[in-house]
């Protein structure tokens, strides 16, 4: 995506100029985007770097689009859109990145990798790793941890005391000590493919919106989402795609307070160090890597970057639950707060459609007593304490 150069669909990383991967394919010879024949996300194979899996188990069902009326009333907003996203497997959009994630490294020959996650792409990892049974995640953990559910045996975790940043960049030393792929974060192409199937959901509602909304921590969302728009487009089947508006919790607002300067790289001292918040998977201090990615498409959109304070974020929760009846997390709540910042603000006209991403459900039971290792520990020792764990098989 930075120097033009093209690579074989086996590969996986970055380029060797340190550009991220991007999937293209052949529109001018795909007459529909749509198989009408499949369901959930694989209706859109033809656009996805995996062919549809055999197995009912990664089978998936759309997540609905609804249109608010006791919320969109009450902020005065007469097109407010919902993609409830708490209805995938493991309650948020996560689940599209693993399942294509997971299911083209087997299709690679791949057997064992190791990711970075607060908990949602953790959640999302784990059951379909579970699913498949022969592929194994080496979960590394940050010291904003979110673990509600239930690690299954075919997963490794450990805590590491860090924050997520620190993790991210431990992350490719891990993998390089223990002779295993690193997944890549925001730099893996099947996260953007994953979630440019919410595009392709919308889109089949002839829904076409002004603005999309989502609370971002490296940002991955809302650049999934215009991958599938700027398809759409050059497929003809929508005229524009929508502006975005990314919204940050004021306690990590990295990417928000280097956007508002008119930065195009991210500059060192707008690090958030031992960043908090009650959005504990948003709070990505030192998003160097993807800002520029992040900021290209929301100046491309005419979108904006907005943050929303912690008291703003708790009663956009509130909100959500009482009109919309939809438990949510608190990043979930953070898009919510951000877009009636700006309604209020004015920003975002009234009139708009505006299409808000959701996510979050009741939170689960976790089995998670993992070990916990500071961030210079070598990294054979973090792999020997996962392999022994209690959660794994006696050694």
């Known amino acids: 995506m930075v120097c033009g150069k093209e690579y074989p669909n086996d590969c996986v990383g970055t380029c060797t100029c340190g550009g991220m991967l991007d999937a293209f394919y052949g529109l001018d010879k795909i007459q529909s985007f749509v198989d009408p024949l499949k369901k959930g996300l694989w209706r859109y194979w033809r656009l996805l770097p995996v062919d549809p899996p055999s197995s009912s188990l990664f089978q998936s069902n759309q997540t609905p689009l609804r249109k608010s009326r006791k919320l969109g009333d009450t902020l005065g907003v007469r097109n407010l859109w919902i993609k409830d996203e708490s209805k995938n497997p493991t309650r948020t959009f996560k689940y599209r990145e693993a399942i294509l994630t997971i299911l083209r490294f087997h299709a690679l020959g791949i057997r064992e990798f190791v990711a970075c996650s607060t908990g949602n792409t953790a959640a999302a990892f784990s059951f379909v790793a579970s699913n498949l049974g022969t592929i194994r995640v080496n979960l590394l953990i940050p010291r904003a941890r979110m673990i509600d559910f239930q690690i299954p045996t075919t997963v490794k975790a450990a805590y590491i ?157 509130k909100l959500m639950q009482r009109y919309e009846g939809l438990s949510c997390e608190f990043s979930s709540a953070t898009a919510l707060a951000g877009l009636i910042k700006c309604l209020d603000e004015g920003t975002i006209d009234k009139s708009d459609v505006i299409l808000l991403n959701h996510s979050g459900g009741v939170r689960k039971e976790t089995n998670a007593e993992l070990p916990i290792f500071p961030i210079e520990a070598p990294v054979a020792e973090i792999y020997r304490s996962m392999e022994c764990s209690t959660l794994a098989k006696p050694c």
């Open 161 to 317: 005391d860090a924050d997520y940043y620190e993790v991210c960049d431990l992350g490719p030393k891990f993998a390089i000590g223990n002779h295993m792929l690193w997944e890549g974060g925001f730099a893996n192409f099947c996260r953007r493919e994953g979630l440019k199937t919410i595009a392709f959901e919308v889109a089949e509602r002839k829904l076409e919106p002004d603005w999309y909304v989502q609370a971002v921590g490296s940002g991955v969302g809302p650049c999934g989402v215009f991958k599938g728009y700027s398809e759409l487009q050059e497929l003809g089947v929508v005229e524009k795609a929508p502006r975005v508006l990314c919204i940050q919790p004021e306690t990590c607002s990295p990417m928000v307070r280097a956007f508002k300067a008119g930065r195009e790289e991210f500059p060192t001292e707008f690090t958030v160090k031992h960043p908090t918040s009650c959005a504990k998977s948003l709070i990505q201090g030192r998003p160097s890597s993807t800002y520029p990615y992040v900021r290209r498409v929301v100046l491309t959109t005419e979108g904006n970057m907005e943050s929303a304070s912690e008291g703003e974020i708790r009663k956009a929760q």
